[in-house]
């Protein structure tokens, strides 16, 4: 197979397994937390060349599920209002943290972040959607994302 057609092959692949394609999402990291592309490879555990690969569409997946892991904390960290303001010292504490975390990942979650960070992206979501739209939205992902769902579900449901 032609080198163009393997990208295009592995950025559909992309789209499908992770919503999007990975170059797209690591640029928005790049420029969230203003760091190099090497600077953020070491941040999520992964080599230089091989985010790039992965970037770029040479590459289909991050075999790393830890890498993956890492990658949305530093996504979700992106919700917290003074990292969202690119406050110096937030930038680097998140991304001292998510470099510094040893998540596990089990069959059916991939950790997304410190319970104290939930707080945050519970009133960044009760900002943006009403609380039956939350539950609904809860319901809808259940089966597939119930992860995600449990964290609208709670978003949803203030205490």
């Not at 997946?61 to 949305?72: C, D, S």
């Not at 470099?99 to 009133?123: F, K, M, N, Y």
């Not at 809860?138 to 449990?150: N, T, Y």
Request: glycine share 6%; hydrophobic share 45%.
């Amino acid at each position: 197979m032609e080198d163009h057609k393997i990208v295009q092959r592995n950025i559909a692949l992309q789209r499908e397994w992770y919503g999007e394609p990975l170059g797209d999402r690591v640029r928005r990291l790049v420029v969230a937390f203003n760091v190099s592309q090497a600077f953020l490879a070491e941040v999520l555990g992964i080599s230089a060349p091989m985010l790039s690969q992965v970037m770029s569409g040479r590459r289909a997946k991050i075999g790393n599920p830890v890498v993956l892991a890492r990658m949305i904390m530093l996504e979700r960290k992106c919700l917290i209002p003074e990292v969202a303001a690119g406050r110096k010292e937030a930038l680097t504490a998140a991304l001292e943290d998510v470099r510094d975390s040893r998540p596990t990942v089990g069959r059916d979650s991939i950790p997304v972040g410190a319970v104290a960070d939930d707080q945050h992206v519970l009133v960044a979501l009760r900002e943006v959607a009403e609380d039956e739209d939350l539950t609904e939205a809860a319901k809808r992902l259940d089966q597939d994302f119930p992860a995600l769902a449990d964290l609208l579900r709670r978003a949803g449901f203030p205490e």
